[in-house]
Every structure is written in structure tokens, then in C-alpha cells.
């Protein structure tokens, strides 16, 4: 079984910078990429950005230049560098994991981040 865990959300004030990581923990998985979604109150969870196992990345038009993914095989964990924060990017955040061998990403269970106007 494979356990995502994200850390780091929070409250900011608009233009600060957060930094959210996940930790993959567990047996017998292969990263094929890793992704970074959002899901704001009322609203449908959306795609932020993405990492491929080679390090190939594609980002949401609305973080393009502001927010950067990152991934550490080694550590298995996958980071997102948010700066220049809105209050719209106010979000629960969720790490996901697509594997070669799964038609489905595994999920964490989210953190939140709260950006005040």
C-alpha cells in the first residue's frame, strides 16, 4: 500500500510564499509522475502542476510563473514552491501519484492553505 502524506500549508498573507511537500511511503510502487491538485470550497479538485519522472513539468495557466514543482527521487517526496500568493489560491492541496501499473493516482489526504487578502 502506498501512503502520501502532504506538509506544509498554511496561513499567508497575499504575495507571501509557501513550500508543500509529499512523502510516498510504503512498498513496491514506481513513480511515473507526480502531481500537485487544489480544491477550493464548492469547487472541483484541479490540476496545479505536474512532474514526470524524467522532470518534464506542466502547470495551471493561474500559477504559471509563481508556483514551481519539484521532485526528489531519492527521497521520494515532490514539492511545490508557491510565492506570490492570491486569495484565490486558497485550496485544500492534494499530492498524487500516477504509476505505470494504476489507471487511477493515488491521493494524500490534502493540507490546507488559506491566503488573506
Known amino acids: 500500500q502506498v501512503v502520501l502524506v502532504e506538509s506544509g500549508g498554511g496561513s499567508v498573507q497575499a504575495g507571501g510564499s509557501l513550500t508543500l511537500s509529499c512523502a510516498i511511503s510504503?512498498?513496491?510502487?514506481?513513480?511515473?509522475?507526480m502531481a500537485w491538485y487544489r480544491q477550493p470550497p464548492g469547487h472541483h479538485r484541479d490540476l496545479v502542476a505536474s512532474?514526470?519522472?524524467?522532470?518534464?513539468?506542466t502547470y495551471a495557466d493561474s500559477v504559471k510563473g509563481r508556483f514551481t514543482i519539484s521532485i526528489n527521487l531519492p527521497k521520494n517526496s515532490v514539492e511545490l514552491q508557491m510565492s506570490s500568493l492570491k486569495p484565490e489560491d486558497t485550496a485544500v492541496y492534494y499530492c498524487?501519484?500516477?504509476?505505470?501499473?494504476?489507471?487511477?493516482?493515488?491521493w494524500g489526504r490534502g493540507t490546507q492553505v488559506t491566503v488573506a487578502s
Open positions: 512532474i514526470s519522472f524524467g522532470g518534464n513539468t
Open positions: 510504503g512498498r513496491g510502487f514506481t513513480i511515473e509522475s
Open positions: 498524487a501519484l500516477n504509476q505505470p501499473s494504476t489507471s487511477n493516482p493515488s
